[in-house]
Structure formats: C-alpha cells, structure tokens
C-alpha cells in the first residue's frame, strides 16, 4: 500500500470516532510501523528485529493518538451569523466580515465545492487552524468602584486563519489531524537522525581545526617563538588541544557510530514514537475575554465571551489554534477580483 494511502488508513482508524478493537488495533499498529519505517528511513527494513524494537513504542503513539482523537470538539457551523451567536467565532474574527472572508478566501474550499464529484454535497467539514497571540498593555480597569489606570492586562487576539482539508463529512476532516500528527511524529524522528549527521560533520571539522592549532602549536615551540615565549606556557597550550582534541575525536566516533548503524536509526525512532506526548499534544483551555478581547480572570464581572479553545502543540514552541467547522455551499461569499478591490477603494 501506497504511503499515502496508509497514513490515510491510520488516520480514518485513530480518528475516526470509533474503537477498533485489539485484534484490528494490532494489525493496524503493524501497519503503523510499516508507515514510520517508509517515512523516516526505509533502510531500518534490513534490521532483522525492526518490527519487534518498534511495535512497543508504537503502541503507545497508537495510544497517545486515540486519547487526542477523543478529545477533539465537534464541527461548528461557520458563517457570517455565527460571529454573533457564537463566543468561539466572535473571539476567533474581529468582525463578522472576517469570519465570511475566512471561508471565502479558502482556495481549498472553493476549489472542493468547485469540484464536480462533489457537486450534490451542501456541507463541507474542514480544519480551522489560527495562531493564539497575546501582549501585556497597560489600560485603565474598573476595580470596584475604583477606576485605576494603567493597570496590566493581558489581550488575546486570532492570526493566520486558514481552512484546511475540507471533505463531506465530520470524519474525514477528523481523518487529516490523524494523518497530519503521525507525519509530524515521522517528521521529529527523522530530525533527529539530520541533527545527528550535522553534529558528526560538526565534530569532523572541529577535529581538523585543532588538528591545525596543534601543529601550528608545535611549529611555534620548536621555531622562533620558543625563543621568546616561555615553553612551559606553549606546553601548556599543546596539552589543551590535545585534550579537546582527544574529547572531540570520542564524540565524533560516537556520534558516527549512532548514525551509521541500523540500531542508531531505531533508536532515534524509538526515542520519538515510545513518548509521542513530547512532540504532539493537544491542550483544551477555557477562556473568559472581553468584548475587547482581554483576558478576564475568574469571577471578574462584565461582559464576556466564555469558551474552551483547543491548541495543538509540538512540544516544542509550535502552537496552533484549531476547530472544526462546518461551511454552507450557499454561505461562500462571491469571489471578489482583490486588484480590482483595491483599485476601487483607491479611487474612492
């Protein structure tokens, strides 16, 4: 089976909504291994016990994906009303042109409703994805009965909203973060053999540097400069080298040997996929904005839009808002010629 195909597979089973079952759970975790192997180094296939050393750690990716796939909310419907109806959305867009805009400014959209094997489809399912950014200002708060200024206050806003992977139903759009996080796993194993190439390439040139110091060193000892300078110092100096140069050449040997084995390879994989919630994560975190989008605390009165945001992480600083989204044929906004747009409000 194609790679394509069975990430595919995987990601319907992990996030389709239901439980496979242990006899259909190992299979698919077979498959599993059979996918990581073709994505991070195909080469792993010559280990004889390849299978046997990743399975384990599999499992418990298998695991760790299941748990994220319950987690994840349900589909809410998406258009210029919902900016109103909804705190989500209302937090998510400035405006409620914003939020129509978002849908018609989604090539992949348009182009899934253009599509003429999906023209009896009315609904389409896709992943709404946005980047959550906060800054500190200083403004005046009511506090009681007592307006204070410049008072610290945290304010939350929305940026990069795209639509991904739109398809017919719920669970096909489930079936693209399966597919998306097992390549981000694939992604971090395979990073972590590139790092190690470039610590040995590193450590190779380093080892040649202080190759050259060492001869220069010893080219000044027994030349002119032994004349002036005291040769204890030089001595010295040549031990150091020598010493680094000893460090250098051990950590060189090591890291080579990591790469260049079959049981480095694995090892590299087995560090990703036997502790997945390092690298991919999905955290729920409810929140409680202003109309103006500050970050209220609990209890503090007014005004607010109250609601669970869903944030995958890589573990690693990459953080990304997401929903899923349900978009009406009939709600996508006219296709608008920018150029022209632009050039009309020039002239306006």
């Not at 003429?116 to 980047?131: E, H, I, S």
């Not at 009965?145 to 489930?174: C, I, K, M, N, Y």
């Not at 981000?184 to 202080?210: P, S």
């Not at 839009?305 to 044929?329: K, M, P, Q, W």
């Amino acid at each position: 089976m194609a790679l394509g195909a069975l990430l595919d597979r995987l990601g319907s089973a992990l996030f389709g909504g239901r439980d496979p079952g242990e006899a259909l759970e190992s299979a698919l975790v077979a498959e599993m291994v059979e996918a990581v192997v073709d994505a991070v180094e195909p080469r792993v296939r010559l280990h004889s016990r390849y299978r046997r050393c990743l399975e384990p750690c599999l499992r418990r990716t298998f695991a760790h994906l299941r748990d994220i796939a319950r987690q994840l909310p349900e589909p809410l419907a998406l258009n210029r009303a919902a900016w109103s109806a909804e705190p989500f959305f209302n937090a998510l867009f400035a405006t409620a042109g914003d939020a129509e805009s978002c849908m018609g400014d989604s090539r992949e959209l348009r182009d899934f409703f253009a599509d003429p094997a999906n023209a009896a489809v009315g609904d389409a399912t896709a992943l709404l994805v946005a980047r959550r950014e906060e800054r500190t200002v200083f403004a005046p708060r009511l506090e009681g009965e007592v307006l204070r200024t410049d008072v610290a206050q945290v304010t939350v806003g929305f940026a990069g909203h795209r639509l991904l992977a739109p398809a017919a139903s719920a669970q096909a759009a489930r079936r693209e973060v399966g597919r998306r996080l097992l390549l981000r796993l694939a992604q971090a194993a395979l990073k972590r053999i590139v790092d190690q190439d470039m610590r040995a390439t590193e450590l190779n040139e380093h080892k040649a540097y202080l190759a050259a110091v060492l001869r220069m060193l010893q080219l000044a000892r027994d030349g002119m400069q032994g004349l002036v300078d005291d040769p204890a110092t030089i001595e010295d100096r040549i031990a150091a080298v020598q010493a680094e140069s000893s460090r250098t050449v051990e950590a060189y040997a090591e890291a080579r040997g990591n790469l260049a084995t079959l049981d480095g390879y694995l090892e590299h994989m087995e560090a990703v996929f036997g502790h997945p919630e390092e690298h991919v994560l999905l955290r729920p975190t409810d929140l409680r904005l202003s109309l103006m989008g500050v970050k209220l605390q609990p209890g503090e009165p007014g005004p607010a839009n109250a609601f669970r945001l869903y944030e995958l992480s890589d573990g690693h600083g990459l953080d990304v808002t997401i929903a899923f989204v349900t978009c009406a044929r009939g709600d996508m906004p006219a296709l608008i010629d920018r150029v022209a747009e632009a050039e009309r409000l020039l002239r306006a």
